[in-house]
């Protein structure tokens, strides 16, 4: 039932006139309460500033070694039906190694084409599912709310720790019930930070998929940036092309990681749904470190 609008607006003047009477009672000491609001309010955001800048800064210094490839990179993915549904919830317990070893695959094969030396660049295990789920971003939370929300999701990877699985990466799976989620919220990787959050579809049919999305935000947490047009979500040329100098140019055959799509010209692209049609293009590989 909706409280009756004569109510709540008798109830609103009543308050109003109160904060109007204290108001005149306390003026002489609203421009001091002022003051100190904006003090404190400038002491916690310098306070948060350099909390980031001290965070950034020993994950910059992380980055560099993980992303010398001189040791494998460990990836621990912690899986969760995040609608809650059953159908989530059994993928979730399905989850194996045999499910993700096309990915470990794929980054072997990708630096091997760049020419880097190390033959397993990156193994990949499956961690435990979270007690809590990962906090999300803030809708519209501002500068502040996105570097306060970042804060707490590098917390939440950092809790992890004590699962016993070492990781250099962690990524949170959420899974989804494609009958009742027809589209998913974005995903994402912090550069950084190595933490990332993936949204997948708990369906056979989208195994690839989620292992192409899941590659894609495993490349954004080692610094790789995104290849795409947001309006359109068309890859960009050259550097979100798989074959840059195929002639024609379209249709493409391949996608390339951080471009996200197959370019089939026209406007037209569509997601590719193996990793088998999907490489790292010189850019990227340059940004993960790959190439000088
Ligand atoms: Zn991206």
Do not use: C
């Amino acid at each position: 039932m909706r409280p009756g609008p004569a109510t709540r607006s008798s109830a609103w003047r009543r308050a109003a006139r109160l904060a109007r009477i204290q108001g005149q009672r306390q003026s002489h000491q609203v421009p001091l309460l002022h003051r100190q609001r904006g003090l404190l309010r400038g002491l916690r955001i310098a306070l948060l500033l350099l909390l980031l800048v001290v965070v950034a800064l020993g994950q910059w210094q992380a980055r560099v070694l993980v992303t010398a490839w001189e040791s494998p990179l460990w990836v621990v993915l912690h899986p969760l039906a995040a609608d809650g549904s059953e159908v989530a919830a059994q993928n979730v317990a399905m989850l194996d190694a045999e499910r993700v070893a096309p990915l470990e695959a794929f980054f072997a094969r990708e630096a091997r084409r760049h020419g880097v030396a190390i033959e397993q660049p990156v193994v990949v295990r499956i961690g435990s599912v979270p007690e809590s789920p990962p906090p999300l971003p803030p809708v519209d939370g501002g500068a502040l709310g996105i570097a306060w929300w970042s804060l707490k999701l590098r917390y939440w990877a950092f809790a992890l720790d004590a699962d016993g699985l070492p990781a250099d990466v962690r990524l949170a799976v959420r899974y989804f019930d494609p009958e009742r989620s027809r589209r998913l919220p974005h995903s994402l990787g912090l550069a950084e930070a190595r933490v990332g959050i993936v949204n997948a579809f708990a369906d056979q049919d989208y195994h690839g998929s989620n292992r192409v999305v899941i590659a894609h935000e495993l490349l954004h947490t080692l610094g790789a940036s995104d290849k795409y047009d947001p309006g359109s979500n068309l890859p960009r040329y050259p550097d979100g092309y798989a074959e840059p100098k195929r002639e024609p140019r379209h249709p493409q055959q391949l996608a390339e990681l951080m471009g996200g799509r197959i370019p089939l010209g026209n406007g037209e692209a569509h997601m590719p749904t193996s990793l088998d049609d999907v490489v790292i293009g010189t850019a990227s590989a340059r940004e993960i470190r790959w190439l000088e």
